[in-house]
Antibody, heavy 122, light 110 residues
Framework: EGQLLESGGGSVQPGGSLRLSCVAS????????MSWVRQAPGKGLEWVSG????????YFAGSVKGRFTISRDNSKKTLYLQMNSLRAEDTAVYYC???????????????WGQGTMVTVSS | QSVLTQTPSASGTPGQRVTISCSGS????????VKWYQQLSGTAPKLLIY???QRPSGVPDRFSGSKSGASASLAISGLQSEDEADYYC???????????FGGGTKLTVL
């Protein structure tokens, strides 16, 4: 049973930047696509970005395209989300999530981290 | 406004059967499989159903999923107090080239 542990959340002013990290354990990290999913306070889930196992393919929600970058370091079993030009509406708990099937970019998220809170406010 | 549409709330008494619906379009549910996630209060989401009707190991068979056209539903039979949670449907959207979620259904066990 794998585990994911996010870090890097915090408070930042509008227009600022933040980098989130997600460390994986208990599974062969490089074999699985990963995603970031966020949840604004009191709101539903919103997919943010995804990346293939080897990092060659990346996907972004329209709301973050051009501002956020997703990457991974398979040697460190770590997923990243670089968030630039942050806005108040980016305030949310950010979860990293693992795709269920090895080698598939589009599949259910079977393991989720506990989340890290990002607050964008002046 | 979520791409997938869910009824905001549902309720039932212990032992009852409850159904939660999820409506999409041809670019998401109509052409891809549906997933369902359960989120207990203050916790991370948990995968409940994948590939429209498949349960991961450990998920009770009280939970079942189905899909027809561009709509899907999650049924919970033998409702228990621990089923009180938010439930989200999700599917890949070919037009948006990304995942879309429903707005969530808050299930209350009376």
């Amino acid at each position: 049973e794998g585990q994911l542990l996010e870090s890097g959340g915090g408070s930042v002013q509008p227009g600022g930047s933040l980098r989130l990290s997600c460390v994986a354990s208990g599974f062969t990290f490089s074999s699985y696509a990963m995603s970031w999913v966020r949840q604004a306070p009191g709101k539903g889930l919103e997919w943010v970005s995804g990346i293939s196992g080897l990092g060659g393919s990346t996907y972004f929600a329209g709301s973050v395209k051009g501002r956020f970058t997703i990457s991974r370091d398979n040697s460190k079993k770590t997923l990243y989300l670089q968030m630039n030009s942050l806005r108040a509406e980016d305030t949310a708990v950010y979860y990293c999530a693992k795709v269920r099937r090895e080698g598939y970019n589009y599949d259910a998220f079977d393991i989720w981290g506990q989340g890290t809170m990002v607050t964008v406010s002046s | 406004q979520s791409v997938l549409t869910q009824t905001p709330s549902a309720s039932g008494t212990p032992g009852q059967r409850v159904t939660i619906s999820c409506s999409g379009s041809s670019s998401n549910i109509g052409s891809n499989t549906v997933k369902w996630y359960q989120q207990l209060s203050g916790t991370a989401p948990k995968l409940l159903i994948y590939n429209n009707n498949q349960r991961p190991s450990g998920v009770p068979d009280r939970f079942s999923g189905s899909k027809s056209g561009a709509s899907a539903s999650l049924a919970i039979s033998g409702l228990q107090s621990e089923d009180e949670a938010d439930y989200y449907c999700a599917a890949w959207d070919d037009s948006l080239n990304g995942w879309v979620f429903g707005g969530g259904t808050k299930l209350t066990v009376l």
